[in-house]
């Protein structure tokens, strides 16, 4: 089956940079999604990683490494706004739908 | 555009009660799913139709039936709610069968049941 390893929660100041991790064990593997939750709403999809390597969009970057089965959501220049949860995910065996880690609540502070 | 529309918003069953929730999309997609979110255990799968005439089990379908009911419509059935069930559930879709994660899914506003 899949699994997935994220931190439950991380903390940081306006301004700054960070990095939330996911760890990952499939029986085949498509990609690395990455979804991000504000408290009270609907998850919105942020970014996908099929191959190898950073991808970048705006503030946000995604690192996607298959032989480590690992990859990593990089958040710069926060904002309060960025508060929310963050949620890595990889599909089923079929590939057919998406399997969600159990997510990182950030928060971010002035 | 309407996207994900979920109905009810709000529900509050009492044990061994039965409701349906109804999730209509308007984006041509043909896969549609349901997960249920619990406070620390994520977004897990309950049920998905990867095409019209197709539905199949995700991560925790004990409790529920679905029921596809043509392109646009996807329900989630609690034929005897439980405590248990008592969760935010959320519908989604996404354009594509297959390809993994390269299908984004888009999601409802979500409906919270409380089963007492």
């Known amino acids: 089956g899949q699994s997935l390893e994220q931190p439950s929660e991380v903390t940081a100041v306006e301004g700054a940079i960070v990095q939330i991790n996911c760890t990952y064990q499939t029986s085949g593997f498509y990609g690395l999604s990455w979804y991000q939750q504000h408290d009270g709403g609907a998850p919105t999809f942020l970014s996908y990683n099929a191959l190898d390597g950073l991808e970048e969009t705006g503030r946000f970057s995604s690192f996607l490494s298959r032989s480590d089965s690992y990859g990593y959501l990089l958040l710069q220049e926060l904002q309060m706004k960025d508060s929310a949860s963050y949620f890595c995910a990889v599909s089923n065996q079929a590939g057919t739908a998406l399997i969600f880690g159990k997510g990182t609540t950030l928060s971010v502070s002035s | 555009n309407a996207g994900v529309t979920q109905t009810p918003k709000f529900q509050v069953l009492k044990t061994g009660q039965s409701m349906t929730l109804q999730c209509a999309q308007d984006?041509?997609?043909?896969?549609m799913y349901w997960y249920r979110q619990d406070p620390g255990m994520g977004l897990r799968l309950i049920y998905y139709s990867a095409s019209e005439g197709t539905t199949d089990k995700g991560e925790v379908p004990n409790g529920y039936n679905v029921s596809r009911l043509n392109k646009r419509e996807f329900s989630l059935r609690l034929e005897s709610a439980a405590p248990s069930q008592t969760s935010v559930y959320f519908c989604?879709?996404?354009?594509?069968?297959?390809?993994?994660?390269?299908?984004?899914?888009?999601f409802g506003a979500g409906s919270r049941l409380t089963v007492l």
């Open positions: 989604a879709s996404s354009e594509a069968t297959g390809g993994g994660g390269a299908n984004v899914l888009t």
């Open positions: 984006m041509n997609h043909n896969s």
